[in-house]
DNA sequence: TATTGTTATACTCTATAACTATA
DNA sequence: TATAGTTATAGAGTATAACAATA
């Protein structure tokens, strides 16, 4: 029985194989949304909707570009997110008195006490995902991608608009 | 008139709003997935099929449901990226003649020869995205987030059938 | 004229189940 | 019976353009 084949395809083990760390984060990050996903939905929540309300609490209110930007979710994407949201009184838009173009986007009482439930299994699944690395070497890896998200400031698809560069 | 919400609003440049991990990787890679498509368009390519190529060109040839690990691909999914790939002369498939079941997949030398092109492209758009971080720290990153791929083992959505907890 | 939010739409990605051929 | 690959399909996520209201 031809022993090479099994070996490469059952390898599995450990292969040292350096992959380029974009594509490795873009890896993680997808596993990283499964899992937020499978331990989220029993308490009816998405992740994207998850880190909007996180966001809402620790950012205080904002209008929905600002809070589009710092989910890096499109604007208009953003609508059906908080139109869902706030149908189940999670969050509250109201117009800005000082310019009545802006929605001023808040996390209700409702919200807030959601919350707490779902920080708990967010921070469950987000302790087994790193449970590699101990706490220290989680803050420095919070921090680099802190860095990094702050740096790169996430073009955002609409803010591409009128450049010369493709895309 | 109410600066409050003003500078809640346009803040913008120096928040230190520390947010979960967890969340912070999924938005950096959906981040990185996006400047990759947009790189890689001219080329053809898109980051799924640019990452699959350097797994098989630096991994070896292997089984498709190998590959589906690796990359944390559904192997439903894989189908048709291979299709594709294989479309244009990038790999190739041939039965495994120890086991007929399965496809050993292999990068085409027109494929070797694509990825020197689109290497250079990657490499440019990670450089970018990493901007923030010094050699040292990039290094750092990669093993950090290595160690997280390894560990969590990604379970892809496939392996957990027939288990207890939901999903 | 530019910006905020909205709607509609097309496109991609992901998940699930059922099928086949081999084992 | 179990596994590798395939197909089909539904669902979630994403990108794009056009529009109304306001600045």
Redesign the interface.
Known sequence: ??AT??E?????A??E??????????????????R???AL??IGLK?RE??AL??LR??????QQ?LG?A??IDASNLVALLNDLESESLISRRR???DRR?H?VEVSKRGTKLLSEVEHA??E??DD?????DDD??V???G?????????D?PS?AEMAGEDS??
């Open positions: 029985m031809p084949i099994v490469e395809t059952c390898s599995g450990e292969q194989l350096t992959q380029p760390a974009g594509f490795l984060l873009a890896q993680l990050g997808r596993a990283m949304t499964r937020y996903r499978c939905s029993p992740p998850t880190h996180l966001r620790d950012g205080g209110a904002m209008s600002a930007v989910l890096d800005d008195p000082a802006r001023v967010a921070a699944v987000e995902f790193f449970d590699a690395l070497e989680r420095a890896l919070q680099l991608l802190s860095r990094v998200a702050r740096s790169a996430v698809p493709a895309c």
